[in-house]
C-alpha cells in the first residue's frame, strides 16, 4: 500500500500568523491556488480511498485536488490542539506567555494551554495508521494537517514523539509512506513539492 498524504493549502491561521488547532479556517487565495497547482501534479494518481481532517482548510483542499470524490471524513487527523490559544495571533501569545509558548511550539506540547501533546499527537496518528493498515486498497489520498503529519513520521521511524521543529512540511506538499504486513510502516517521501 501507499499512502500519499497531503498538507492543507495556506489558511487564514497560516497566512496571520494564528494558532489554528482545531478552528475551521478556510483556505486563502494562494491557499487554493496551491491546492489547484497540487489537482496538476497528481492527476496521474488513482486513489482507492480518500481521507480528510474534519476541518474545513483540510477539507477544502481535498475538493480542489481530487473534484468529485468521495471522501471519509476522520477527526483522528486533526491539527494538534492547542487549547485556548486558538485563534490567537502567534506575536500577542509569545508576548503574554513567554517562554511557557515558546516551550510549548518548540516540542508541540499545549497540555498547559488545555490543548493535547506531542505523544496524543502521535497516538492518533499511530491509530489512524492501524486502521488503514486494516483497509484492502493499493493507494490512499488522506488530507491533514502539518502537526498530524510529523505525527505519523514519528509514529512510523521512532519508538516514541520527537519534537524536532527543524522538521518541516509545506502547505499543499506531500509525503508517502508505504505498508506492506511483512514490513510494516515506512517512508518513501517527506516534503514532496
Same mark, same amino acid.
Given at each position: 500500500?501507499?499512502?500519499?498524504?497531503?498538507?492543507?493549502?495556506?489558511?487564514?491561521?497560516?497566512?496571520?500568523?494564528?494558532?489554528?488547532?482545531?478552528?475551521?479556517?478556510?483556505?486563502?487565495?494562494?491557499?487554493?491556488?496551491?491546492?489547484?497547482?497540487?489537482?496538476?501534479?497528481?492527476?496521474?494518481?488513482?486513489?482507492?480511498?480518500?481521507?480528510?481532517?474534519?476541518? /474545513?482548510?483540510?477539507?477544502?483542499?481535498?475538493?480542489?485536488?481530487?473534484?468529485?470524490?468521495?471522501?471519509?471524513?476522520?477527526?483522528?487527523?486533526?491539527?494538534?490542539?492547542?487549547?485556548?490559544?486558538?485563534?490567537?495571533?502567534?506575536?500577542?501569545?509569545?508576548?503574554?506567555?513567554?517562554?511557557?509558548?515558546?516551550?510549548?511550539? /518548540?516540542?508541540?506540547?499545549?497540555?498547559?494551554?488545555?490543548?493535547?501533546?506531542?505523544?496524543?499527537?502521535?497516538?492518533?496518528?499511530?491509530?489512524?495508521?492501524?486502521?488503514?493498515?486494516?483497509?484492502?486498497?493499493?493507494?490512499?489520498?488522506?488530507?491533514?494537517?502539518?502537526?498530524?503529519?510529523?505525527?505519523?513520521?514519528?509514529?512510523?521511524?521512532?519508538?516514541?514523539?520527537?519534537?524536532?521543529? /527543524?522538521?518541516?512540511?509545506?502547505?499543499?506538499?506531500?509525503?508517502?509512506?508505504?505498508?506492506?504486513?511483512?514490513?510494516?510502516?515506512?517512508?518513501?517521501?517527506?516534503?514532496?513539492?
Amino acid at each position: 500500500m501507499k499512502l500519499y498524504v497531503f498538507r492543507h493549502g495556506e489558511s487564514v491561521g497560516n497566512q496571520q500568523r494564528l494558532f489554528s488547532g482545531w478552528s475551521q479556517m478556510p483556505l486563502t487565495d494562494q491557499g487554493r491556488n496551491q491546492a489547484l497547482a497540487l489537482q496538476e501534479k497528481v492527476k496521474d494518481l488513482s486513489f482507492d480511498l480518500v481521507f480528510s481532517s474534519d476541518l /474545513r482548510r483540510a477539507m477544502q483542499t481535498t475538493q480542489l485536488v481530487l473534484p468529485g470524490r468521495e471522501l471519509t471524513l476522520d477527526p483522528d487527523l486533526r491539527e494538534v490542539d492547542v487549547g485556548s490559544l486558538m485563534e490567537q495571533g502567534v506575536d500577542a501569545a509569545t508576548r503574554q506567555y513567554g517562554d511557557q509558548l515558546l516551550y510549548s511550539r /518548540r516540542t508541540r506540547d499545549f497540555t498547559f494551554f488545555g490543548g493535547e501533546n506531542g505523544e496524543a499527537l502521535r497516538a492518533r496518528a499511530e491509530s489512524f495508521l492501524q486502521r488503514v493498515s486494516r483497509l484492502d486498497a493499493q493507494q490512499v489520498a488522506v488530507f491533514t494537517h502539518e502537526g498530524l503529519m510529523k505525527g505519523m513520521l514519528s509514529a512510523v521511524l521512532f519508538p516514541a514523539w520527537i519534537p524536532d521543529p /527543524r522538521v518541516k512540511h509545506h502547505n499543499c506538499a506531500y509525503s508517502v509512506f508505504t505498508y506492506s504486513p511483512d514490513q510494516g510502516w515506512g517512508l518513501l517521501k517527506w516534503n514532496n513539492e
